[in-house]
């Protein structure tokens, strides 16, 4: 697999994990104003995931999403984090510790696919910015 479809499946997957996370996660809250910041968190993973699966099948590369065991063991650990301590400052923890991870993520594939084409660049750069993004929003609500 080349540079290109690399980083562009690295950026499909990370956005499919964010869809799959706050879709679980936005069931479990029960503070509107909180719920409202996740849906709009939501709705822009989404559109990643639609830009960023565009660019893979234009490019004539197959998209791959994350594994059907990535997901259960993702959907276990919110179930489990969240059985105890359903708080809004617990959950909005949660959420920050997995953008602080897709920000370092992000930095390291920049890096390495830096030679990639402009408009992938230009797209990880779009998901590093929103996950920096995400963080500052949800410190609010720690």
Do not use: C, P, W
């Not at 660019?55 to 919110?78: Q, V, W």
């Amino acid at each position: 697999m080349n540079g290109n479809a690399e980083l562009l499946n690295f950026i499909y997957q990370n956005s499919q994990m964010g869809i799959e996370t706050l879709h679980q996660i936005i069931g479990i809250v029960e503070d509107n104003k909180f719920k409202e910041r996740l849906e709009s968190q939501h709705r822009e993973y989404k559109m990643i995931n639609k830009e960023s699966e565009k660019l893979l099948n234009s490019n004539g590369f197959d998209e791959k999403g994350i594994s059907a065991f990535d997901k259960i063991r993702t959907y276990l650990m919110i179930n489990i984090q969240t059985l105890t301590d359903k708080s809004t400052s617990h959950i909005a923890e949660m959420l920050i510790i997995g953008s602080n991870m897709g920000v370092i993520d992000a930095i390291k594939n920049l890096k390495k696919y830096e030679n990639a084409k402009k408009e992938i660049n230009e797209l990880m750069d779009r998901l590093l910015k929103f996950e920096e993004d995400n963080i500052k929003e949800l410190k609010e609500y720690l």
